[in-house]
């Protein structure tokens, strides 16, 4: 493994703010390395979206048209899954049940198999490793699929892990290699001067906040990323929340109902080793509301129902809210700013557990080599700035603009 002094680099002192997945894959990356890594979360930790994830790793699944860029890094971050998960196991002897059994997208009516059509095309324009399926292959697969399904698609390549060991493997490793997490400590600021990062400023239960001192500040507060204060006007992540509803049911672990992630007219479905099955998740431009909706839930449990009709004699396990880090187009926010020690890893969407892998490694990279990897250079914070730039071009001289 890569340590902080192999290239004669001074070791820096590691702030990180979020300990979500991200958030603390990298700070188990600098640790092992031999940084002195502090993670600061106003929760505890991993218990915001990482938590509420449903635990897709679903790069072909999930593709969509204008996204082939983006493509590009997840596929990459699928590739080096089963290593990374091979590699935490170890590292925090537990398992975070990685399965690899595919994924499956199943169409209910005409005009489902007419979109999830045009979705398969898609991908295979992309090479992508999928196979259309009949309903009764698609039956054959999953025999507790609705007798309604007419077309599938399936994804062997799409896998998933539970998200929420995940989380605690992810923060034992953390700590084994040396790390500390700061768990209820919100950061009130990121202290910069002179265009370089000097540390955070730590909210406590007293009357006076606590300064970190840091060399490297990395901003991994998922949806909260923009509200932070010392961050420069123009280094504010674009990052929003996106709330979704979620629940789980029980099935019989000896017995399940489905063995594949299968996704279906507006839901998802996600079995999980001990018989849960995640079903996800509605998509809500309600800021940080956390409410749970009767409408919300009944949309969910009536979609499953129509694709997975045995769901009706399972318990309902759980209910809960998460909010998706959005950013303006839908992808991360990763690497160096113009601020030296500032670096950036939110705006996930709804590939924050998939992503995990790449962002850990390529985030650690950058702060122990000075090297931003090929792969995260589409998607540092100066992307918009590219882009305001670009709109604020004037009109050639002699030409009007034109206002549409």
């Not at 409408?295 to 129509?306: A, P």
């Amino acid at each position: 493994m890569q340590t902080a002094q192999s290239n004669n680099r001074p070791t820096p002192r590691i702030a990180i703010i979020g300990a979500g997945v991200c958030g603390l894959g990298i700070g188990w990356r600098l640790a092992a390395a031999g940084c002195p890594v502090d993670i600061f979360d106003q929760g505890e930790p991993g218990q915001a979206a990482s938590w509420a994830a449903a635990g897709m790793l679903a790069a072909r699944a999930e593709v969509e048209p204008g996204e082939e860029t983006l493509l590009e890094l997840n596929l990459k971050a699928q590739e080096i899954w089963p290593a990374f998960a091979a590699e935490l196991e170890a590292a925090s002897g537990m398992p975070i049940d990685y399965r690899d059994d595919g994924t499956m997208i199943v169409a209910l009516t005409r005009d489902d198999a007419e979109a999830i059509r045009f979705t398969f095309d898609l991908q295979k324009r992309l090479d992508l490793d999928v196979h259309w399926l009949s309903g009764i292959e698609a039956r054959q697969r999953e025999q507790f699929l609705s007798p309604n399904v007419t077309a599938g698609i399936h994804s062997p390549s799409d896998h998933q892990v539970d998200n929420r060991k995940l989380v605690t493997a992810l923060q034992r490793a953390f700590e084994a290699a040396g790390g500390t997490v700061h768990a209820h400590t919100a950061i009130r600021a990121i202290d910069i001067a002179q265009e370089k990062v000097r540390g955070v400023v730590a909210a406590t239960d007293g009357d006076a906040d606590i300064h970190h001192a840091a060399d490297v500040v990395v901003l991994a507060a998922g949806a909260w990323s923009r509200d932070i204060d010392g961050l420069p006007t123009d280094l504010r992540p674009p990052v929003r929340p996106v709330k979704g509803q979620m629940l789980s049911l029980r099935m019989d672990a000896e017995a399940p109902l489905l063995r594949h992630v299968v996704w279906a007219p507006g839901v998802y479905l996600v079995p999980r080793n001990d018989g849960t099955l995640i079903i996800g998740a509605t998509v809500e431009e309600k800021g940080f509301d956390s409410d749970l909706t009767a409408g919300g839930i009944l949309d969910l449990l009536r979609d499953t129902w129509e694709a997975l009709p045995g769901i009706t004699e399972l318990s309902v396990d759980e209910m809960w809210v998460g909010h998706r880090p959005t950013s303006r187009d839908d992808a991360p926010i990763l690497g160096p700013t113009t601020v030296d020690g500032l670096v950036m890893a939110t705006g996930h969407h709804r590939n924050g557990i998939l992503l995990t892998p790449i962002t850990a490694n390529a985030v650690s990279q950058y702060i122990l080599e000075g090297i931003v990897d090929p792969a995260i250079e589409p998607f540092t914070l100066d992307r918009f700035a590219k882009s305001r730039r670009k709109r604020a071009r004037p009109a050639p001289a002699g030409k009007l603009g034109v206002v549409s």
